[in-house]
């Protein structure tokens, strides 16, 4: 069931929103060569909890941290570890706050160092994509919309979109419906109305668009070895189009 | 995340490669997966987990498992391949 929030709802949810999205401005401030991906969580995860905030993620269907930490060829779910940045990583930070009864959740793929020039074609390509999917959430249009925009902006530029994964509802609860897939046909799917509230997050890849998931049961990474990124932002959709919450 | 009941899932062997199905029931290392089309609900098909890839797409709780509800489910991460199927 897809639900819809009144605009005082939506003014307490910006509030998760507005958590989540500087815990990962303080992310990437940190995201340099040498520093571990566990002292990330750390750092995302004191900023969360000193506004009387919960990480969404922490516990959630058992994940063991604040936030979800994909190294390169990790498309998403990494588990932070004491692994150490390296000039040339990319690191996709997925953090999710939950405050005053709702949740809030934004990623970001940060560069470390020089990146190759593909590399960073891939974050250009994929923030672009997210910005395409934003710009088609408004009222009247379809979910199908949002995911056809994706798919084009992605393709169009000789990349390849993961199908496995994708974008959500979100509100009191950290996934709600409906889903919104990175890829798809316009006009198809639900109907998008004044109060709703999702989670759009385009994962895209260099080479092959096959993902697998690591023995850990939550480390999504291409099967090809090749890298992968990932943005999201949370919107609401309103009269005057889609504002997106999750704004430091 | 394990598999669960109303994920959506991704076959990765055999001749459905790539096709995503729908989680209706689980025994064991086992898991019963349906399309509403070529596995109906009735007789779903037997896979093993390792068969199978994860996806963090749910039906609601309340959803009714039914062949033409799955059918309608999946048809939009279904449509490339079946579109495909009528071209040849």
């Not at chain 1, 969404?56 to 004491?82: T, W």
């Not at chain 1, 997925?94 to 949740?103: E, I, W």
């Not at chain 1, 096959?210 to 990474?221: A, G, L, P, S, Y």
């Not at chain 2, 509403?36 to 390792?50: A, I, L, W």
């Amino acid at each position: 069931m897809i639900t819809v929030k009144t605009k005082k709802e939506i003014q307490r949810m910006s509030k998760a929103c507005e958590i989540a999205a500087l815990a990962l401005k303080t992310a990437g401030e940190h995201c340099e060569v040498g520093i571990t991906t566990l002292e990330l969580d750390n750092i995302i995860n004191k900023l969360i909890v000193s506004t009387g905030a919960k990480p969404s993620f922490l516990g959630y269907g058992g994940f063991p941290a604040s936030a979800c930490i994909s190294i390169n060829d990790e498309v998403i779910h990494g588990i932070p570890s004491k692994r150490k940045l390296s000039s040339g990583d990319i690191i996709g930070v997925d953090v999710g706050a939950y405050y005053d009864d709702f949740h809030g959740d934004n990623a970001y793929t940060f560069s470390v160092g020089e990146i190759d020039i593909e590399v960073d074609k891939l974050l250009d390509v994929t923030k672009k994509s997210l910005s395409e999917g934003i710009k088609m959430a408004v009222v009247g249009n379809r979910i199908g919309d949002i995911s056809n925009a994706i798919q084009m902006c992605v393709e169009k530029n000789g990349f390849t979109i993961v199908e496995e994964y994708v974008g959500h509802g979100i509100g009191k609860k950290l996934h709600e419906m409906p889903q919104i897939p990175n890829f798809g046909l316009s006009g198809k799917g639900p109907r998008l109305i004044e109060g709703m509230t999702i989670a759009i997050e385009p994962m895209v890849n260099i080479g092959s668009r096959i993902v697998k998931v690591d023995k850990d049961n939550w480390t999504v990474r291409t099967s090809d070895g090749k890298f992968s990124a990932h943005f999201e932002n949370t919107i609401a959709i309103t009269a005057d189009g889609p504002v997106i919450l999750t704004k430091v | 995340m394990d598999i669960l009941k109303g994920m959506v899932v991704r076959s990765i062997k055999g001749h459905d490669k790539e096709r995503f199905y729908l989680v209706i029931n689980i025994e064991n290392d086992y898991v019963f997966i349906s399309d509403g089309k070529t596995r109906r609900s009735e007789k779903p098909k037997k896979k093993n987990v390792k068969h199978l890839s994860k996806t963090n797409i749910f039906v609601d709780k309340t959803f009714i498992y039914t062949n033409k509800k799955i059918r309608q489910f999946l048809w939009r991460y279904n449509y490339v391949e079946e579109m495909s199927n009528l071209d040849e």
